[in-house]
């Protein structure tokens, strides 16, 4: 299956090792931007259906790589493929973002949810992986995703997404035993589809925290950094004792980058409210960065988004251990051209030299 | 029209001054968990029609002092007002939140824009807070309030709330010069319009900056802090060279805390995603702290409640300089029972003697 990797920039530098320049790639660089996404997306008749067809997945997970040379894939999917798998009644309503018909409000909801086989309810999603590492041919090392347990329990809690979080907090307060429960699950289940996808050949590994960021310092650390830590504990290791490279990482988390760090990853993502010199003061260069370009900059004019890249590139500084990405995913009003430019800007990129 | 003012707590706890217990009012306080609220508001018929009407405005603003003693009153309004007298076309309707009819796309818009006069497009503003503070008979100081010129932006160049500020980012990026002008514009009828609000009796003024946490830290600083700093310096000094306290709150903004003190206000509002503890070493004690109770534990189970109402209390430590408050405004499913034991909490809370 593994042909020999080509382009190992993303693995060099998600652990800290010297690269020729910084690697790159995109949050949701597989979307809507994308013309050639638009058409897949269009013969697959909905965005589920994208999901669980594992060739189309293959498809436009493969699409950015051949269009803009990015240095990383990510498989095609989404975060809540583990509650649509436990039964959920996941709906994806065009415009409206995901719906549960059957949202988890009680004890009884947790106690009735199973953990999913990734061998069998998402085997579309490790077919998918296969293929596309097949397809990639060593040509750049695919990442697997999952979301962190407290990010897809907002889901499953609020029946969707949610301004207020006023559903999934009043279980917090009023019965944390129970979001934990739930929490755990989601953990244990996490851990066996992150190894499934590592060992369908994913080469590195990201958790999606989405929402960690409307909890408080220390709810932050009970209900969604001690989940993460506890997957990134489950993952297998390889014969060597190396795991693959994990990515973590909480939008909103800027001023907690210190205590994400300390979890046993290899890199925490970085979005646009905080620069990268201050992130890397907090994380005291023990981890990768990866970051930081406000998505919105893709809607500026060529020579503002190139000002834009140099100075997220520059922000940095020296030295090995940054990847180069947005702060969030790229929004489907991005015209690809921007894309073009941002990855030319990224990979010629020279720093300055030594004072 | 000044009759003395016999609850004097938050204007001394706005200063650091000592007082005998910590002060406690909430962001939207007069709203619609409160039945007698939703009865005004009724009778008014829509939000704009509540707004617009200096008597019904001044009963909604006295209902939860009536019936929660809170320590201050703040001045039923809207931060829209301004672009509301700036003719935009501006509608609440129903669970969608504000739309203008009429969004501001390019320069040509920004040149239409009239400043309004407070004594005439905004009188009704002006009308209300006078009322108020004769309603109030010195029972509790009155707060005055507006938008940041960021904020109220955002809603007018994107047409109504946002989830990614696409309209506006681009015209940061774009066409910064247009957008500077716009914020000047706004700045500038924000100070004739908080002036006006003190000259008819606002004993404090407060800016709400609600989306300056979208913004990247360079970008916060010269397009969100620049203006309200030029607002707080256009504030009217009494004859003995004072000025109103001046609270300014910037939600998502926890750190930049220090460069938010620094800009000439008394005290910077904290939401719940930032520690007092740590804010309060953020700036150094140079200002007030008000906050930051999250708006979701007034969900909470009530034992729960009154612990992280005591664990907010406690973690801005000893000494003065705390009005209590949540971090963001309270939501309309809250029982105003919850309320009152908050209140009750607050109020009866003792410091632990000196260890």
């Known amino acids: 299956m593994n042909s020999i990797l080509r382009n190992d920039l993303l693995l060099r530098a998600l652990r800290r090792e010297p690269t020729a320049r910084r690697p790159v790639w995109l949050m949701r660089q597989a979307g809507r931007y994308l013309p050639e996404y638009r058409a897949t997306r269009g013969r697959a008749g909905s965005f589920m259906a994208l999901c669980t067809n594992p060739e189309l997945a293959c498809e436009v997970t493969l699409q950015p790589i051949d269009r803009f040379g990015f240095d990383a894939a990510i498989l095609f999917s989404d975060i809540l493929t583990i509650p649509h798998a436990m039964n959920l009644g996941l709906e994806f309503d065009t415009g409206e973002g995901p719906k549960f018909g059957r949202p988890v409000r009680d004890a009884a909801d947790i106690d009735r949810l199973p953990i999913p086989d990734p061998g069998r309810e998402l085997r579309y999603v490790i077919d998918a992986v296969a293929m596309i590492r097949r397809e990639l041919r060593g040509r750049v090392p695919l990442i697997g995703f999952a979301g962190s347990p407290w990010t897809v329990a907002t889901y499953m ?7 207020t979080f006023g559903q999934i907090k009043r279980m917090l307060y009023g019965a944390p035993r129970d979001l934990h429960r739930l929490l755990d699950v ?25 929402w960690g960021g409307v909890l408080t310092p220390a709810q932050y650390k ?23 490279p994990r990515i973590v990482f909480t939008k909103g988390g800027g001023a907690w980058l210190a205590s994400t760090a300390a979890i046993g990853c290899d890199a925490v993502g970085v979005d646009w409210t905080t620069d990268l010199a201050t992130a890397r003061d907090l994380v005291a260069d023990r981890v990768a960065l990866q970051g930081n370009l406000d998505p919105s900059a893709l ?27 947005l702060g969030h995913g790229i929004t489907p009003e991005v015209d690809p051209e921007r894309v073009s430019l941002l990855v030319e800007t990224v990979r010629n990129f020279v720093p300055a030299p030594e004072p």
Chains 1, 2 share one sequence.
Do not use: C, W
Request: proline letters at 4%; a neutral charge; charged letters at 20%.
């Open 299 to 325: 809607l500026a004019p060529p020579e503002i988004l190139r000002a834009e890249t140099l100075r997220v590139l520059e922000s940095f500084g020296r030295g090995p251990g940054h990847v180069f990405n």
């Open 157 to 163: 809690v609020e029946g969707g997404g949610s301004k």
């Open 186 to 210: 989601l953990a244990r289940a996490t851990i066996l589809y992150l190894n499934a996808q590592i060992a369908a050949g994913a080469q590195a590994v990201m958790l999606f925290d989405t």
């Open 222 to 244: 009970e209900f969604s950094l001690r989940y993460m830590a506890l997957i990134l504990d489950g993952l297998t290791r390889h014969a060597d004792g190396r795991v693959v």
